[in-house]
């Protein structure tokens, strides 16, 4: 509503493009990069920037580099006077640009402020970036994307992180007591939402508590080759494309052991109707 009320004035003042200008409030835009967690290391792209806020004050307050992308010359020309006025002039840059047309994989955090449809259609792209970039937007969300994690402060602040794609059928092979432990794993998908089970020779196949975050994986196999021993299997490890690696422990407490393990991908799609 606020956005409505606020858009018709500034409508009749500056051209209408996908999203008009509305300006994050300046709380509203440090939780964004708080909660992003921006820091020295990372390039902001805001995507529609306004006058700018956003990608100074990633530079000013966190250290960032900036970028902003945005189609109206006279809101590029104010940014460029904020951005010398703030003295980040050397760590800012604003491009006149259809942000539907600009490569953003550079992108370590994205941020935007737009409209549901443009959220929507901006989707599938932002799920082609390298995992681990974070998304972070004012008001509106990526519809059925559900955030990593979302925060109230005035207004509605979400988080997503792009996550790795991991759908399809491994190979898991680890080195825990009596001998090397293998067992194919399947992997369904939704955005970072998990689901899926572990194939071993002649035991039950349970794949518990699976968690996708950015390219951090998480998962517990049961390992029940001795009945009198049974015991979870707590993987955590990183994927890069087709190889996932990492540490698991087997057990809990004193009983704790830690062993390196690593899965390889062997087909794109679970195998049909095997469990
Ligand atoms: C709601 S404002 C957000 C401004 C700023 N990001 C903020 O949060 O304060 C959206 C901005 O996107 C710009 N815009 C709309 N469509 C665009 C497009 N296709 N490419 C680049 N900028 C666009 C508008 O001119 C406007 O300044």
Known sequence: MLFAAVAIPLFAQSQFFDV???PTPQPVVDEMLRLA??????????LGSGDGRIVISAARKFGAQGIGVELDN??????????????????????????????FSQATVITLYLLPPVMKRLRERMLQLKPGTRLVAHDFDFDDWKPDRKVTIRKNVFLWIVPARVAGRWQVRTGVPGGE????MELRQKYQDLDGFARQEGLPGGLWEPKL???????????????DSEASLYFQGRVAGEVME???VRGVGNQQAKFKWRAVKVADKPAAGKR
């Open 246 to 248: 990492g540490d698991v």
């Open 213 to 227: 975050e950015g390219d951090r994986i998480s998962f517990v196999v049961v390992d029940s080759r001795d009945r």
């Open 181 to 184: 432990y293998a067992f194919d």
């Open 20 to 22: 008009p200008f509305v």
């Open 74 to 103: 006279h809101l590029i020309y104010q940014s460029e006077e904020s951005a010398r006025q703030a003295e980040v002039l050397d760590r800012v840059k604003f491009l006149q640009q259809d942000f539907f047309k600009t490569d």
């Open 37 to 46: 967690g921006v820091g020295p290391k990372d390039v902001v792209y805001d």
